[in-house]
């Protein structure tokens, strides 16, 4: 006996199986949920050292040799300069906050002689280097890809032993990054209802007395406990 077959010529049973191929891959095309990529935004805290102190001194955000610090320029404003000796490389250094398994691009605007920027990390290809040694100002540029398991990373600018002066007048790094929560814009959904009404005062008090009334809450309990602590990173 030959097996039943439908018009096209195929066995039935091959039809009902590419029929049920094409259901399953209809049903697969969403796929899960993907959640949404993080901001692009400089995670390099002060990076114009326009911050306090006012006009000398180590910029806030960094840690640097004496050798280094911030001062006025009346060309560029504010610059940050490292005076390199004998036994210093007149460095500053700023730990970032990272995402595992992202890259950043690191980059910094220098002149001066074997100016260097980096990044120091645990894993590897996060300890990566770059430098120039040209008198008018230009661009250095580090790209580093961070780990499985990294959390942040060290940021380096540092000059030469023994040689010139180095300025700096700008660093970022961008990069995938968490907004600080003063910089997350308000949820515009309402507020939900009360789960049960509002206390009442009961009738045991004298007309007037405020002997049963449910005290106030405390001010401080019901306004929001965050303050802003600096500006909201650059985005991209």
Not at 3 to 26: E, H, I, K, Q, Y
Not at 114 to 138: A, I, K
Request: proline fraction near 14%.
């Amino acid at each position: 006996m030959s097996r039943r077959r439908v018009s096209d010529g195929l066995p039935v049973a091959a039809v009902f199986g590419a029929v049920a191929l094409a259901a399953t891959a209809t049903l697969g095309l969403g796929g899960p949920a993907s959640s949404a990529e993080p901001p692009q935004i400089d995670v390099i805290g002060n990076g114009t050292f326009t911050a306090p102190p006012a006009h000398s001194g180590t910029p806030t955000d960094w840690l640097c040799q004496e050798s280094a610090s911030v001062r006025d320029d009346p060309d560029w404003g504010r610059l940050l300069e490292g005076a390199p000796s004998a036994g210093e490389l007149a460095w500053c250094t700023q730990r970032v906050t990272v995402l595992p398994n992202s890259t950043y691009t690191l980059r910094a605007g220098v002149r001066g002689p074997y100016v260097f920027l980096g990044t120091e990390g645990g894993g590897p290809g996060e300890t990566v280097q770059n430098w120039s040694n040209n008198p008018d100002w230009n661009a250095l540029t580090v790209t580093v890809t961070t780990g499985p398991d990294s959390t942040s990373l060290l940021v380096r600018l540092h000059g030469w032993y023994g040689q010139a002066p180095y300025q700096v007048k700008w660093v970022d790094m961008f990069g995938p990054g968490v907004l600080p929560s003063w910089c997350v814009p308000p949820s515009w959904t309402s507020p939900a209802p009360p789960s049960s009404p509002p206390p009442s005062r009961t009738s045991t008090a004298e007309p007037g007395s405020t002997a049963n009334d449910t005290p106030a809450p405390d001010r401080t309990t019901v306004s929001p406990s965050f303050r802003p602590t600096g500006p909201c990173p650059s985005q991209r």
